[in-house]
T-cell receptor, first 114, second 113 residues
């Protein structure tokens, strides 16, 4: 299995509080991604990174920010959590995009915003 | 906007029967195509992918898929399913215009004993 960990694995938080999710990889892959998974929607890309300090927005980036200060870590921050951000969040990594490389997924973080 | 459609949200099938999970996408540009599987309470893992060459692609666990460019489809098949195939299956398409994966909504495969 690809070395990807996510922390925390479960979190319950209140509306309006900031939340940071962490993704850590040991594969030295260049690309890292944050997705959210909701029933009936499949996976939707929030943000992705193509190198240290290089990030870009995905399909559903509003309300989320990311940072990547080291190759191995990619942080997702909800500045002020809302109930619509209750979801399962997956981190993924890949060596490249253009070659059609596989994305390897972490185990997920289940976030509940009350 | 590009889209990926998985026509069935759930597919119930008896054990040892064949199954086909359907995937259609909207694109006239070059694409790469993927099927991922998600077992209960786990992350996703790659089943198979089509990049180029033969339109019939074989993957892990006895699954295969056929790329049909004229019908913009990439249906997943298995000749005989097992209880361990119970999972959700996701089709995804990588467009070479922006190199972002577009995901289908998923199909839950339910194996009946």
């Amino acid at each position: 299995d690809a070395g990807i960990t996510q922390s925390p694995r479960h979190k319950v938080t209140e509306t309006g509080t900031p939340v940071t999710l962490r993704c850590h990889q040991t594969e030295n892959h260049r690309y890292m991604y944050w997705y959210r998974q909701d029933p009936g929607h499949g996976l939707r890309l929030i943000h992705y990174s193509y190198g240290v300090k290089d990030t870009d927005k995905g399909e559903v980036s509003d309300g989320y920010s990311v940072s990547r200060s080291k190759t191995e870590d990619f942080l997702l921050t909800l500045e002020s959590a809302t109930s619509s951000q209750t979801s399962v969040y997956f981190c993924a990594i890949s060596e490249s995009i253009q070659r059609g490389d596989e994305q390897y997924f972490g185990p997920g973080t289940r976030l509940t915003v009350t | 906007a590009q889209s990926v459609t998985q026509l069935d949200s759930q597919v119930p099938v008896f054990e040892e029967a064949p199954v086909e999970l359907r995937c259609n996408y909207s694109s006239s540009v070059s694409v790469y195509l993927f099927w991922y599987v998600q077992y209960p309470n786990q992350g996703l893992q790659l089943l198979l992918k089509y990049l180029s060459g033969s339109t019939l692609v074989k993957g892990i666990n006895g699954f295969e898929a056929e790329f049909n460019k004229s019908q913009t489809s990439f249906h997943l098949r298995k000749p005989s399913v097992h209880i361990s195939d119970t999972a959700e299956y996701f089709c995804a398409v990588l467009m070479d215009s922006n190199y972002q994966l577009i995901w289908g909504a998923g199909t839950k495969l339910i194996i009946k004993p």
